[in-house]
């Protein structure tokens, strides 16, 4: 079984590493970004929780802290702040305090674009 919550920030970056100048993604621009935090397990017999998702946002919301309204290739870990980068920061963020933690979805909904990261390659 898997449980969710989401959040939401605002941020700026550019990608020069990825795209030619000239390109809109090489030049600082912002997004607003979605993120949902997925856990999965089998819930408690005595509580029928998997986990409280109350404690679960307060863990996420310290994360959201350090990227909100921020420009993201000033951070530590996000100087090539790719959907992919960010996703993979994110679960290294979290993954310590959520050990249930399943997977880290980013999206940019206006754009219609996201990516989903289920911790597999953490050695990037």
């Known amino acids: 079984m898997k449980i969710f919550r989401e959040f939401y920030f605002e941020a700026a970056h550019h990608l020069p590493h990825a795209f030619p ?3 809109p993604n090489h ?3 912002g997004h607003s970004f979605r993120v949902r935090v997925t856990l999965e397990g ?3 017999v005595q509580t029928g929780l ?3 998702l109350g404690d679960v946002m307060d863990i996420i919301l310290e994360t959201r802290a350090k990227l909100d309204h921020r420009y993201l290739n000033e951070i530590t870990g996000l100087e090539a702040p790719t959907l ?3 996703s993979m920061w994110i679960w290294r963020a979290v993954i310590r305090k959520i050990p249930t933690l399943y997977e880290v979805g980013i999206y940019r ?3 219609n674009e996201g990516c989903e990261y289920n911790g597999e390659f953490d050695s990037l």
Request: with cysteine; net charge negative.
């Open 84 to 86: 992919e980068v960010i």
């Open 42 to 44: 089998k819930p408690d």
């Open 109 to 111: 909904d206006s754009c």
């Open 21 to 23: 100048e000239g390109h």
């Open 27 to 29: 030049f600082l621009h």
């Open 50 to 52: 998997i986990a409280d």
